[in-house]
């Protein structure tokens, strides 16, 4: 199981991951567009450039990633950012899912395959703390 920071911005997410890239002397890696996505869910226009995903491998052991909100999502500093865990199997995602969004806690998206390969929801505990849980099925044969 590994336990990553997602970052949110309003539009300047590629501006900060090119800075970051500049800061941790590495390339980004899985840089989707919000239009790159328009066949899988409704985009807004004002989106359509915004990134959906990117990530930066700033270690061995670390992955910095991040993402720009939606034109109709309001951002403020203090909720721009998520704990991201990446489950060992769909079983563990769902378990892990099912705690964090109870007994207070509030479900965003359901656990589900996605259409970029993944297994994900995502939801906020008890507490305010956003997550993202996601498992990779090409992983999960590999025992990673």
Known sequence: MKLMIYLDFDGTCAQAFDFYKTVFK???QDKTTYAMAKEHCKIDPEDASRLMHISLPISKEHVLMG????????LTVGNNFHLMLHADSKVHADEIFAALSSDGGSVHMKMKDQFWGAYYG???DRFGVH????HCHKYEDQGE
């Open 122 to 124: 995502t939801c906020t």
């Open 131 to 134: 997550w993202m849980i996601h």
């Open 67 to 74: 993402r720009d909100s939606r034109s109709t999502q309001m």
């Open 26 to 28: 590495c390339d980004t």
